[in-house]
């Protein structure tokens, strides 16, 4: 009993050792993972979590700002990056953990950018999830609606000329 209480003391003064460590942006001798007390310490990253560790909610994030920087400006080709960078984000936090919140970015960026079919299931399925989220019903609405528009006809060829003025 008193040497596994000796090594649970020993075991918790070495963890929090490494913490203060990085905290304090000194790298304890001792750390089995000095990598991460470098990483603590340079850029103001959160002691203790892996910043190039990509996750849902930080995928998601990255989507949301795009599409709002995309809403944003009026440069039609500039817009049109904002948004394709948006749908590769929302794909990438769908990729790492399905959530609402990511099919409805990804649903309205669809919309946005003229994918109809891609639109109408993200936004149905963000709709499954959420059934009274009025975005959710909007979105799913309005890709429905694209859906069962006709195509726009293409530009129409001016009339042949018969050659006499």
Known sequence: MRRSVAAVTLLLGMTLGVRAGAQSGVVPENNPNP???????????????????DTSPRAYSRGARELRQARRTQDPAERR????????????????????????????????????QEAMQACQEALDWWSARKRAKVCF????????RPAAPPASAPPPTTGRR
Request: charged fraction near 20%.
């Open 35 to 53: 990598g991460r007390a470098a990483l603590s310490r340079v850029g103001g990253a959160t002691p203790g979590r892996d910043s190039t560790v």
């Open 141 to 148: 609405d309005q890709a429905v609606a694209a859906l069962k």
């Open 81 to 116: 990056q904002h948004l394709s960078a948006a749908m590769s984000h929302f794909k990438r936090s769908l990729a790492l953990e399905r959530n609402a919140d990511a099919l409805l970015g990804l649903g309205e960026t669809a919309l946005e950018l003229g994918e109809n």
